[in-house]
């Protein structure tokens, strides 16, 4: 299920329960810090076998605007 | 025991590779087990016939070839990185060019083309090859700068100028990076045997030669070591430096 996979990535980075991860989830909160963002990123990218175009590394501000982004991408949620 | 230099199943990405510095370091750490992906402007004859040549010494080089001063050729080009790699170790930021001028009559153009290439070409490599390592908590960055950047040359000042601003990404993006288990260092070579200095009269030669303390211009075989001990785990340990290759020279 892509909506676990995705679950999963927040959540092995930031150590955080599953029920944790909300589509209020966002940037700044609950350990997501710049580091953070960077494996996250790179946790997607490695479970969902693609590669983020750099305005989405940007653009990715939450977990519900995570979802969107990787919709681009041919992920459905 | 295990050789330090062993860089088995790790991939490399060397820019400006076709021939002095970027060629040499391609070789070296092909040599040494990794697999090297070089890149330049475009294809020749002269490259083709040096990779034959290089292919019959069991050494397999990958090319890559797009402008490291294109924002979206660089992007593009990782994209085929990942879908071919999946992963990237080292990364070589060596593309560049060195045009004289006095300060007085430096072009907007070539103030604006040695940026480009020299500076901009490095930041962009840097920012999607560290996305790629990112991934396996590890890489290595190495960004050729110049004893030019470091002590400064009459004559040189825009590519100075363009050759500082790598050692100033070497030590923020070692900084940056370092979290993610990426390595970043900066190498200086001196005068070096290459095509970025085969204009220089004899005269030129012999003088800048006179002011190197031992005695010979440097190869880029010499850079090309310093360049696989920053690739290896020999410099496990080691981030964020500047190491001048450059037989003592003074300038």
Known sequence: ?77 | MESLFNLNGKIAFVTGAARGIGWQTALMLASNGAKVIINDLADSENLQTKIKDAKEQNIDLTTLFFDVSDYVQVKNAYSSIFKEFKRLDILVNNAGIMEDSMISTASEAHIEKTFKINTFGAIYNTQYASRLMARNNSGSIINISSIIGTKGNAGESVYSASKSALIGLTLSTAKELAPLGIRVNAIAPGFIDTDLVSHFSEEIRQKTISNIKLGRIGTPEDVAKAVLFFASDLSAYITGQVLGVDGGMII
């Open chain 1, 1 to 77: 299920m892509n909506i676990e996979k995705l679950s999963s990535a927040f959540s092995n980075v930031l150590g955080l329960n599953g029920d944790k991860i909300t589509d209020d989830l966002s940037y700044g909160s609950l350990g997501w810090d710049s580091v953070a963002h960077m494996k996250i990123i790179a946790a997607i990218e490695d479970s969902f076998d693609i590669m983020l175009e750099t305005e989405d590394v940007i653009d990715m501000s939450s977990f519900k605007k995570a979802k969107e982004i990787l919709t681009k991408y041919g992920i459905a949620f």
